[in-house]
């Protein structure tokens, strides 16, 4: 499969031959959701909370006698059934993250890249160079016509492109490994 390569400003800058290995795979939507649903969980914050009954703030008295109010036993307004009680096994702080093997993490990038391929919205650049100023790149990316970008670079990030290219809404900049 052969794909143009493009300069910041807009020309061309030749062809590149990619690889069938990576950028020709049928799409299988069952590893790219198990590949979401994986980052998606491992980002979540977890940090929901209530208190529980041990950790509500009232009075651990026992509200009435034991017999004759005609009411059922009670002991302390800290029960869940009561208001202002603590919840009966609400959420608590932890971890959503779940393990996924390599392979198929490797397999759902893979499928990802071949699925932007054939759609025909992967584009690559010659080179990932920027003088560090934001409204440069800003208007380079806007004549592309570009909303939403992701720059993978090589094993190191051009660090005067990353540093322009951090208050771009809607631009990621990524190293390669």
Do not use: C
């Amino acid at each position: 499969m052969k794909l143009d390569v493009i300069k910041l400003d807009g020309g061309a800058a030749g062809e590149v031959e990619l690889t069938d290995e990576i950028f020709d795979l049928e799409p299988r939507a069952d590893i790219l959701h198990r590949v979401v649903r994986w980052q998606r969980n491992k980002a979540q914050a977890g940090t929901h909370k209530v208190k529980t009954r041990s950790e509500v703030s009232y009075s651990t008295k026992k509200i009435y006698r034991q017999k004759g109010t005609g009411g059922a036993r009670h002991g302390s307004r800290k029960a869940p059934i009561f208001r202002k009680g603590g919840i009966y096994k609400g959420p608590t702080p932890r971890s959503h993250a779940h393990d996924l093997p390599k392979k198929v993490r490797q397999l759902g990038l893979k499928l990802a890249l071949s699925a932007k391929a054939k759609a025909g919205s992967l584009v690559i650049i010659e080179n990932a160079d920027a003088d560090g100023k934001t409204k440069t790149l800003a208007s380079q990316v806007k004549n592309l016509g570009w909303k939403r970008a992701l720059v993978i670079d090589g094993a190191e990030v051009n660090e005067n492109f990353a540093r322009a290219a951090a208050n771009i809404d809607g631009l990621d900049v990524l190293p390669s490994v």
